[in-house]
Each structure stands twice: as structure tokens, then as C-alpha cells.
């Protein structure tokens, strides 16, 4: 995969890793702990990245977008401290219980979720909640970091107050206690078993041409086999997903949203199940 190189635009202008922004929400100033953020970085872990993570400021239009704020917040370890509430509660639940700890920032250890994988995973009931992302009206935004082996779900709550999104709390679940258990326990058989009969073939495909111009859009079909073939990476034992709002139903369409960091480029993994049985039936590739 391409070396990666992630940029934020100053004022409003989406950086390359998210979508645009809107000036819905005023722009509030930035006092001295949040000034203190990442921004111009490539993929390598380097002292010198390191650094320069560190002391760029974070734009003060980061506030109005959230994929913006969290891509700072995913870069500085100043500003992950800074824009967590202390202390943070931890709400795990086990056969139904609810058990409550709390972390002190002395506690927390810098979490970089996706950034190092170069791409990451939100998922959706239909086309339309597409747009979630873009929305500058948000209060709520919750980031899932969803362990397949496990058949678990790390839940990380932000909200957005007095023009701030910071995060509030943490919440640990099983999948079946996911709005999506159906399709996060089929995701978890799909990816272990490389999709392997879980896959309609020969298998609808619209986007580049994979063998011809980046370009040149086309839709056609391949063969069920070559279907991993146009993601950044074959999923492992984490995938993420962003919830913007969008309401999650055991409806019978969804929607595996596959985004580049830096490169622009987008995989949409199209599932659809029929009399129980979940199977991907369509790739759109841009």
C-alpha cells in the first residue's frame, strides 16, 4: 500500500483524511491546552513526527467537524489528555450487569486507533446515512473499536459542549448487545474465513478500472475471489466504526465503508441477507 501522508487544512477546509466542512457552528477560540496538536505527518513513527505532532497547533475550525477534531486527537498525545473528561468512567457490561471504574489521566495511555492501518471502517444501514459524517450539527459522536475475535465492542463517547468535543465516558459491550449483533457476528466469520462462500460470484463491481485508467469508472463483474483485492487491508481482528447519529435496524442492507486516510481512496463493501444469511453481493470502488 502507498506510503500515506496526512494533512489538515487550517481554516474549514476538510482534510484529506475526512470529509468537508460547513460553517454551521461558530467558531470558538482555542485556549492554550488545546493549542497544542498535530499536524502535517506521515505513516512512520519518527522522533521527528513525533515532534512536530506535538508542538503544530490544532486549527481552531477542528471544533466544528468531528472527523477533523478526532484526527488531532488520534495524533497528540497533549491534546488525547486534554480533551478527555477526568476522571473517565468505565462502564463494562457482563450478562446484563453494569459494572462502573473510572481511569485517572495518569492512567490513560496515548491510543492511536486507526492511524497506524493507514485506513478505517464505518458501517451503515443505507446510503443516505453516507452523510453523517459531513454534518456540523453533531453533539454525540461515538467511536467503536470493534475486536471480531473477541465479539466484543469498545465504545469511546464524545460530545461536543461549548464549541469542544471531548471525550466522556467509555463503554464495553458484547455483539449481542450491539444495534448491529447480526452483522458484527457475520463479519467476525467472513474475515476469519476470507469470505470463502459468503460471496455472490461472479461478483458485481463499480468504480476505476482495475485494468485499465484510474479514471475510467465502469461497472462490471469479477470473479468472488479477487474481492480483497481492492481493499487497503484485509481486516484482521479490529475494524472501527464511527456513529455520527445514524440509527442502526436488523434490517437486511448494509453497508462496510472502507476510507483511506490520506490517499482518498474508498472501498464499499455491499452485504445483503436473505432468509438469515448475510453475503457480500456488490463492491464500489473509488
Given at each position: 500500500?502507498?506510503?500515506?501522508?496526512?494533512?489538515?487544512?487550517?481554516?474549514?477546509?476538510?482534510?484529506?483524511?475526512?470529509?468537508?466542512?460547513?460553517?454551521?457552528?461558530?467558531?470558538?477560540?482555542?485556549?492554550?491546552?488545546?493549542?497544542?496538536?498535530?499536524?502535517?505527518?506521515?505513516?512512520?513513527?519518527?522522533?521527528?513526527?513525533?515532534?512536530?505532532?506535538?508542538?503544530?497547533?490544532?486549527?481552531?475550525?477542528?471544533?466544528?467537524?468531528?472527523?477533523?477534531?478526532?484526527?488531532?486527537?488520534?495524533?497528540?498525545p497533549?491534546?488525547?489528555?486534554?480533551?478527555?473528561?477526568?476522571?473517565?468512567?468505565?462502564?463494562?457490561?457482563?450478562?446484563?450487569?453494569?459494572?462502573?471504574?473510572?481511569?485517572?489521566?495518569?492512567?490513560?495511555?496515548?491510543?492511536?486507533?486507526?492511524?497506524?492501518?493507514?485506513?478505517?471502517?464505518?458501517?451503515?444501514?443505507?446510503?443516505?446515512?453516507?452523510?453523517?459524517?459531513?454534518?456540523?450539527?453533531?453533539?454525540?459522536?461515538?467511536?467503536?473499536?470493534?475486536?471480531?475475535?473477541?465479539?466484543?465492542?469498545?465504545?469511546?463517547?464524545?460530545?461536543?459542549?461549548?464549541?469542544?468535543?471531548?471525550?466522556?465516558?467509555?463503554?464495553?459491550?458484547?455483539?449481542?448487545?450491539?444495534?448491529?449483533?447480526?452483522?458484527?457476528?457475520?463479519?467476525?466469520?467472513?474475515?476469519?474465513?476470507?469470505?470463502?462462500?459468503?460471496?455472490?460470484?461472479?461478483?458485481?463491481?463499480?468504480?476505476?478500472?482495475?485494468?485499465?485508467?484510474?479514471?475510467?469508472i465502469?461497472?462490471t463483474?469479477?470473479?468472488?475471489?479477487?474481492?480483497?483485492?481492492?481493499?487497503?487491508?484485509?481486516?484482521?481482528?479490529?475494524?472501527?466504526?464511527?456513529?455520527?447519529?445514524?440509527?442502526y435496524?436488523?434490517?437486511?442492507?448494509?453497508?462496510?465503508?472502507?476510507?483511506?486516510?490520506?490517499?482518498?481512496?474508498?472501498?464499499?463493501?455491499?452485504?445483503k441477507?436473505?432468509?438469515?444469511?448475510?453475503?457480500?453481493?456488490?463492491?464500489?470502488?473509488?
Amino acid at each position: 500500500m502507498r506510503k500515506l501522508v496526512y494533512i489538515v487544512f487550517m481554516l474549514c477546509v476538510s482534510m484529506m483524511t475526512f470529509t468537508g466542512c460547513k460553517n454551521e457552528k461558530p467558531v470558538q477560540n482555542v485556549d492554550s491546552i488545546d493549542t497544542d496538536s498535530s499536524l502535517v505527518v506521515d505513516t512512520t513513527d519518527s522522533d521527528t513526527m513525533a515532534e512536530i505532532i506535538t508542538e503544530t497547533p490544532m486549527p481552531k475550525a477542528a471544533d466544528q467537524l468531528f472527523d477533523d477534531f478526532f484526527f488531532n486527537f488520534i495524533a497528540s498525545p497533549k491534546v488525547q489528555k486534554a480533551r478527555i473528561k477526568w476522571p473517565l468512567p468505565v462502564y463494562t457490561y457482563v450478562d446484563k450487569q453494569e459494572h462502573i471504574t473510572s481511569l485517572k489521566k495518569n492512567q490513560w495511555k496515548m491510543d492511536r486507533f486507526f492511524r497506524k492501518q493507514g485506513y478505517y471502517t464505518l458501517i451503515f444501514d443505507n446510503e443516505k446515512q453516507m452523510d453523517a459524517p459531513k454534518s456540523t450539527k453533531l453533539d454525540t459522536v461515538v467511536v467503536e473499536k470493534i475486536r471480531l475475535r473477541e465479539g466484543a465492542v469498545e465504545q469511546y463517547w464524545f460530545d461536543h459542549q461549548d464549541g469542544k468535543w471531548k471525550m466522556n465516558k467509555i463503554r464495553n459491550i458484547s455483539f449481542e448487545d450491539s444495534k448491529n449483533a447480526s452483522f458484527l457476528n457475520f463479519l467476525q466469520k467472513f474475515f476469519s474465513a476470507d469470505g470463502a462462500g459468503m460471496i455472490k460470484d461472479p461478483l458485481p463491481y463499480h468504480g476505476a478500472d482495475p485494468n485499465g485508467e484510474e479514471t475510467n469508472i465502469i461497472s462490471t463483474t469479477i470473479p468472488a475471489s479477487d474481492w480483497s483485492t481492492y481493499l487497503p487491508a484485509v481486516p484482521g481482528d479490529v475494524i472501527y466504526n464511527i456513529i455520527y447519529g445514524q440509527k442502526y435496524g436488523e434490517g437486511n442492507f448494509k453497508i462496510l465503508d472502507f476510507k483511506g486516510l490520506s490517499n482518498g481512496l474508498e472501498t464499499q463493501l455491499i452485504f445483503k441477507r436473505h432468509k438469515g444469511n448475510w453475503k457480500l453481493v456488490k463492491i464500489n470502488a473509488y
